[in-house]
């Protein structure tokens, strides 16, 4: 909050801006280029495993993968505030869809949804705790999806602080040991780079193959 004005909104629409836009030419630049050639083959896999009632989804994972990835990867810079470290913004976005998802299932497939609480050949006596089971796993999929994303990143953004902290404290007192922490630090930055991209990846995944259930 700046100045009594809460800056959430000014996170979550900034990075839009710095996605270069397509040219009307021929042929585009290098950067324009390579981000098409991404996007493409990013749906591409996406969409693989899914029939054609799933194709319909595609704009909409493919943006929120890459809002994800932008909030994840700006997050990591000095000075930023990440929206993504907050349960209620992942809760906003889990919840919806996968809520979209079971909806679309029980109308276009009510038995074949229906029949996901139940796997078959159990045994007869298994079947009212199986389906208590499963009914439960069933609600738990937005919370595991919404929980993971936040603690993946706080816990990384957490333990860059911490080992960033000792590094400074450490300096004037014993050199050789802050620098031996500084490479540490250095590591676990590469580290977490990496899980904002695969934990933006794993939460559309994920929605994805809730959808390949319902469609």
Known sequence: TYLGIPLIAVALTLPWILFPTPSARWLNNRLITLQGWFINRFTQQLLLPLNLGGHKWAVMLTSLMLFLITLNML??????????????????????LWLATVIIGMRNQPTAALGHLLPEGTPVPLIPVLIIIETISLFIRPLALGV???????????????????????????????????????????????VAMIQAYVFVLLLSLYLQENV
């Open 75 to 96: 997050g990591l810079l000095p000075y930023t505030f990440t929206p993504t470290t907050q349960l209620s913004l992942n809760m906003g976005l889990a919840v919806p």
């Open 148 to 194: 993971r994303l936040t603690a993946n990143l706080t816990a990384g953004h957490l333990l860059i602080q911490l080992i960033a902290t000792a590094a400074f404290v450490l300096l004037p007192m014993m050199p050789t040991v802050a620098i031996l922490t500084a490479i540490v630090l250095f590591l676990l930055t590469l580290l977490e780079i990496a």
